[in-house]
């Protein structure tokens, strides 16, 4: 039948997988599950397991398929986050995609003499608050992992510099379960109470793993803090090929796959129906330099893969792109970010993290940040796609032009190109003379240029002096207990 007067839109998207590609990772990953199994170094936990029927013996907990399965039903397919002034924010579903900052790197690249040292909680409040000007960035992780403070209070200093300086959803991961705790009471505060901060989440909760196969006892508890409050949160097992994981694409697949599998169903288990997501992290070990690589395009291939895998269960992904090796912004940096950053986009995966990571990860950079903000808002219109419409066809202003006019003066060109075109920010698209004659700046000094304009005129919308108070109460006293314990 022919559709008259209707409008057809659909976004711009690929497919790394068959679907029965997907139906064999699951299978493989179910068999990893229940005959492999997983080193789990929480007493509390294993008998957990054992009583839902998973095979215990020592330390290793065997998965069968059925449990799995449970908790699979029982999981949310898709979460709402706010913002912390409670504003809907963030639809975490289907191949929504929402861009967020690097995170947890020892060293920073200073936003304003480009110098590169050990974070400080300073450099963390500076990229929440480049984050925060950013149109096209959705959230924000703690930019580092400042060194400037006891390392088990850290987190609770890292999230009061993130929330006094943006009002985007924040990620952060949490350095041990009682600071995963203190972290979740200082965004209560902020929400206006527990009950409120559970009825609109602006803060996910990041446990790590160990890949391949094993969970540490405190990493089981900051997951179970979570799980307990309800509160959303998303797991990140780093499979490198050919390190921490299978060197082939699909059989890391397929570990990273079983592995987030198995946070989901420790959280299940421990509260069911508690929001969880089911991503992972891959990257390439370099054999030729010994390390670690955030922008190789085998990243990004199985990132998409295992995101297809937790789309055919109806659960949030997890992605890593905007990040480069290069050591300055560079041609290189500017070449790996931006090819993430379509790449899984174009996949559908949902929280896509890790823009402005340069130097393999290693430094925070607020200028990469800047220039991933210029890649994502391309990216964002590509994915966006054609939308086909009477309007968009525009037979009538076709017609009224007809041969040999021009379009400049119609209202329908008046009306649609703002919507329609996309406008760089910093990328150059004058006159050669007209460069020249505005100082012939390159990438790199244009994207310095409006990050020092941000640093000396953005403000977030601040929070009030009691809950300002409140936080560095928690903070405080937090502290004296993180280091108190971290000394027993």
């Given at each position: 039948?022919?559709?008259?007067?209707?409008?057809?839109?659909?976004?711009?998207?690929?497919?790394?997988?068959?679907?029965?590609?997907?139906?064999?990772?699951?299978?493989?990953?179910?068999?990893?599950?229940?005959?492999?199994?997983?080193?789990?170094?929480?007493?509390?936990?294993?008998?957990?397991?054992?009583?839902?029927?998973?095979?215990?013996?020592?330390?290793?907990?065997?998965?069968?398929?059925?449990?799995?399965?449970?908790?699979?039903?029982?999981?949310?397919?898709?979460?709402?986050?706010?913002?912390?002034?409670?504003?809907?924010?963030?639809?975490?579903?289907?191949?929504?995609?929402?861009?967020?900052?690097?995170?947890?790197?020892?060293?920073?690249?200073?936003?304003?003499?480009?110098?590169?040292?050990?974070?400080?909680?300073?450099?963390?409040?500076?990229?929440?608050?480049?984050?925060?000007?950013?149109?096209?960035?959705?959230?924000?992780?703690?930019?580092?992992?400042?060194?400037?403070?006891?390392?088990?209070?850290?987190?609770?200093?890292?999230?009061?510099?993130?929330?006094?300086?943006?009002?985007?959803?924040?990620?952060?991961?949490?350095?041990?379960?009682?600071?995963?705790?203190?972290?979740?009471?200082?965004?209560?505060?902020?929400?206006?109470?527990?009950?409120?901060?559970?009825?609109?989440?602006?803060?996910?909760?990041?446990?790590?793993?160990?890949?391949?196969?094993?969970?540490?006892?405190?990493?089981?508890?900051?997951?179970?803090?979570?799980?307990?409050?309800?509160?959303?949160?998303?797991?990140?097992?780093?499979?490198?090929?050919?390190?921490?994981?299978?060197?082939?694409?699909?059989?890391?697949?397929?570990?990273?796959?079983?592995?987030?599998?198995?946070?989901?169903?420790?959280?299940?288990?421990?509260?069911?129906?508690?929001?969880?997501?089911?991503?992972?992290?891959?990257?390439?070990?370099?054999?030729?330099?010994?390390?670690?690589?955030?922008?190789?395009?085998?990243?990004?291939?199985?990132?998409?893969a295992q995101a297809e895998v937790a789309q055919s269960f109806g659960l949030p992904t997890w992605g890593l792109a905007g990040s480069t090796?290069?050591?300055?912004?560079?041609?290189?940096?500017?070449?790996?970010?931006?090819?993430?950053?379509?790449?899984?986009?174009?996949?559908?995966?949902?929280?896509?993290?890790?823009?402005?990571?340069?130097?393999?990860?290693?430094?925070?950079?607020?200028?990469?940040?800047?220039?991933?903000?210029?890649?994502?808002?391309?990216?964002?219109?590509?994915?966006?796609?054609?939308?086909?419409?009477?309007?968009?066809?525009?037979?009538?202003?076709?017609?009224?032009?007809g041969p040999g006019g021009h379009y400049l003066d119609q209202d329908h060109t008046y009306d649609n190109f703002k919507s329609e075109l996309?406008?760089?920010?910093?990328?150059?698209?004058?006159?050669?003379?007209?460069?020249?004659?505005?100082?012939?700046?390159?990438m790199a000094t244009r994207i310095q240029e409006k990050l020092e304009d941000i640093i000396k005129h953005h403000q977030a919308p601040p929070?009030?002096?009691?809950?300002?108070?409140?936080?560095?109460?928690?903070?405080?006293?937090?502290?004296?207990?993180?280091?108190?314990?971290?000394?027993?």
């Amino acid at each position: 039948m022919i559709q008259t007067d209707a409008t057809e839109k659909r976004s711009v998207r690929f497919r790394v997988l068959s679907d029965d590609q997907v139906a064999e990772i699951k299978r493989a990953a179910f068999e990893v599950m229940s005959k492999v199994g997983f080193s789990v170094l929480h007493e509390g936990a294993r008998k957990m397991f054992k009583q839902a029927g998973a095979r215990v013996n020592g330390e290793n907990i065997k998965v069968p398929e059925h449990v799995v399965t449970e908790c699979l039903r029982t999981a949310p397919k898709g979460w709402t986050i706010y913002d912390r002034q409670g504003k809907r924010a963030m639809e975490v579903e289907g191949r929504k995609s929402y861009y967020g900052t690097s995170t947890a790197s020892p060293r920073t690249k200073d936003a304003l003499t480009g110098d590169i040292h050990p974070t400080r909680v300073a450099d963390i409040a500076t990229g929440a608050l480049v984050a925060d000007a950013l149109e096209n960035i959705d959230w924000v992780m703690p930019m580092g992992s400042s060194q400037d403070v006891p390392p088990t209070a850290a987190d609770v200093h890292e999230f009061e510099a993130v929330v006094t300086h943006t009002t985007k959803p924040i990620v952060f991961i949490g350095y041990t379960p009682r600071g995963v705790e203190l972290v979740f009471e200082m965004a209560a505060e902020v929400a206006g109470g527990l009950s409120n901060l559970q009825q609109r989440p602006f803060a996910i909760l990041y446990p790590e793993p160990i890949s391949p196969l094993v969970w540490p006892a405190d990493v089981v508890d900051r997951l179970f803090v979570g799980a307990d409050l309800s509160l959303p949160q998303i797991q990140g097992p780093t499979v490198q090929f050919g390190a921490t994981g299978p060197v082939t694409l699909a059989g890391a697949v397929v570990q990273g796959t079983a592995e987030a599998l198995m946070c989901l169903v420790m959280a299940q288990l421990r509260k069911p129906g508690c929001p969880f997501g089911l991503g992972c992290n891959f990257s390439i070990f370099d054999m030729a330099a010994g390390l670690l690589s955030m922008a190789s395009p085998e990243m990004s291939l199985a990132l998409a893969a295992q995101a297809e895998v937790a789309q055919s269960f109806g659960l949030p992904t997890w992605g890593l792109a905007g990040s480069t090796d290069a050591k300055v912004i560079d041609a290189q940096a500017g070449i790996e970010a931006t090819f993430s950053i379509l790449a899984q986009g174009l996949a559908g995966l949902n929280l896509i993290h890790d823009v402005g990571y340069i130097d393999n990860g290693m430094a925070c950079s607020t200028a990469q940040l800047v220039l991933g903000n210029e890649s994502i808002g391309m990216t964002k219109r590509f994915i966006r796609g054609i939308e086909v419409n009477r309007e968009s066809l525009a037979r009538e202003v076709i017609e009224k032009v007809g041969p040999g006019g021009h379009y400049l003066d119609q209202d329908h060109t008046y009306d649609n190109f703002k919507s329609e075109l996309w406008m760089p920010d910093l990328m150059v698209r004058s006159a050669y003379d007209e460069w020249q004659n505005q100082g012939a700046r390159d990438m790199a000094t244009r994207i310095q240029e409006k990050l020092e304009d941000i640093i000396k005129h953005h403000q977030a919308p601040p929070l009030a002096g009691k809950t300002l108070a409140a936080l560095n109460d928690i903070k405080k006293k937090g502290e004296k207990e993180l280091v108190g314990e971290g000394k027993s």
